[in-house]
């Protein structure tokens, strides 16, 4: 596509106020050259006016784009169109409209010429008419140029959070922090919006028509950004085309649920972000609670007089360099160290313990301990589940110190005493993989009639919830994967097992 630039000819030194429902991008609809009306063309054509530079850019039927200056009228409704030098361009299909866009936007002549306009709005579209008229032989005869333009929908505009993106079939969950977007009002014509990375923050354009946005980045701040950071924040501006910065274009679905609204954007190769207006749950960096330990086949609870928890506390310094350090507790020991991240997993590269003789003595710290430091096998795939509220570690084994399945199970509110009465429940698989049922085993202290269960897909993603009815669960349905299920009594959270669906 070629850009014509044209001579920009001052028309007067006096200065009238712009009119800003004028400014913005329309679309035409029709336009009625003299004698002859010409509409619904099958290539878009727009003209963009700019408040800033006082021009009208046109993007014409042929594809090429021109470009003109105006200046305020002392007259309502109108601008006056400097002198241009550009002519309508010829093209292989019909070229009416691009002569009839000249006859309306271009002027040859040596002096100003004067556009009257006329814009109105339904609260949906919001509808220019823009014309040039002359008197012939008495007759008032001229062009008329009918456009459109969809106002941004409000549901849209606003404070959005980064819930997830997906990029080349690979999906990236947000695990460092409120990382917002916010969508502002139209001014002047011009839509922006600001937002967050994991590192940066980032401006830029953009449009919406009919389910569809366009965005344009216009530019981030420079700082480097470490480890795992670097790499989900270059994916996530890659979906708005930071190398290149140009326009990315997304379908556009809001849905409200109970408590949230979801804002999804969906380029045409399946590439998604999704945002939503709750500050996310999702984030691993925070205090987490430790529940249960389930190890070699033992399941181990938490006393409610234990303070054992988790803590990933990522630090950036001076320089953007990334410590991802941890600390916790035990029954009476302290413990620090660091790891690594990915996109779903630690890897825990450092762990120093406190020696102190725990009085009563149990395994539960030895456990605990134990799996955070295995210098044999310390890697941990991780989720988050339950609408944020608990994070799973199931460590990636080695088959020679740990069986397969060995898993932490956190809660971002410490236990209290009632919270270990509920403990005393204990509820276990008889198998693991299953293929059509999961079948269950109970301790004395169970009602089966008492317990509610929820299962969540490995994305955290609740599949079905209800009351349990018997020793066993109907999952003939579920296709083959790795699904959690949670089981609670009155509200209260028993224990959540991971398990394989054939």
Request: charged share 15%; with cysteine.
């Amino acid at each position: 596509m070629k850009k014509i630039y044209l001579i920009f000819i001052f028309l007067s030194s006096i200065c009238y106020s712009q009119d800003e429902a004028l400014l913005g991008q329309w679309t035409l609809d029709s336009i009625f050259d003299y004698d002859i009306l010409f509409e619904n063309p099958i290539n878009p054509i727009t003209v963009n006016f700019s408040g800033y530079t006082n021009s009208a850019t046109i993007n014409g039927f042929c594809g090429n784009t021109y470009e003109t200056f105006y200046t305020p009228s002392n007259s309502e409704n109108s601008i006056a169109l400097a002198q241009t030098s550009w002519n309508p361009e010829e093209c292989d299909e019909s070229q009416s409209f691009e002569f009839a866009m000249y006859n309306l936007l271009g002027n040859s002549a040596g002096s100003a010429k004067n556009l009257m306009y006329t814009i109105s709005d339904d609260g949906t579209t919001t509808s220019l008419e823009l014309s040039y008229t002359t008197i012939i032989d008495g007759i008032s005869e001229g062009v008329w140029g009918y456009f459109t333009k969809q106002n941004s929908p409000p549901e849209i505009i606003g404070e959005w959070f980064l819930y997830s993106l997906t990029s080349e079939g690979i999906h990236y969950d947000n695990n460092f922090g409120n990382l917002p977007i916010n969508f502002l009002e139209e001014t002047n014509g011009y839509s922006e919006f600001q937002g967050t990375s994991s590192c940066n923050g980032f401006i830029g354009s953009y449009d919406v028509n009919d389910q569809i946005i366009e965005m344009t980045l216009g530019g981030s701040t420079l700082l480097d950004c470490p480890g795992p950071r670097n790499g989900f924040e270059m994916t996530y501006l890659n979906l708005f085309n930071h190398d290149n910065f140009d326009t990315s274009t997304f379908t556009y679905d809001i849905q409200d649920t109970p408590i949230d609204q979801i804002l999804t954007l969906t380029k045409v190769n399946g590439d998604s972000i999704v945002y939503g207006k709750i500050e996310p749950n999702s984030v691993l960096n925070r205090t987490w609670y430790l529940q249960t330990i389930n190890s070699n086949g033992l399941t181990y609870q938490v006393s409610p007089e234990s303070d054992a928890h988790l803590t990933l506390d990522p630090t950036l310094n001076g320089l953007m360099v990334e410590t991802l350090e941890f600390y916790g507790s035990g029954d009476c020991n302290d413990y620090t160290g660091t790891y690594n991240q990915g996109n779903d997993f630690i890897t825990i590269t450092e762990f120093t313990q406190t020696t102190d003789i725990c009085d009563p003595q149990t395994d539960f710290e030895v456990i605990y301990f134990s799996l955070l430091g295995d210098d044999t096998s310390n890697r941990f795939i991780f989720e988050i589940i339950d609408d944020g509220n608990n994070l799973v570690l199931t460590s990636i084994p080695n088959p020679e110190t740990r069986s397969p399945g060995d898993t932490l199970i956190f809660s971002r509110q410490q236990l209290s005493v009632d919270d270990h009465e509920i403990n005393n429940y204990n509820i276990t698989l008889r198998e693991n993989p299953v293929t059509s049922e999961l079948l269950l085993n109970f301790n004395e202290f169970i009602t089966v009639q008492s317990i509610e269960y929820t299962i969540y897909s490995i994305g955290g993603k609740t599949i079905k919830s209800s009351q349990l009815e018997s020793d066993s669960i109907d999952v003939n349905r579920l296709i083959s994967g790795l699904y959690f299920i949670s089981f609670s009594h009155n509200n209260q959270p028993i224990s959540t097992i991971k398990f394989i669906k054939k």
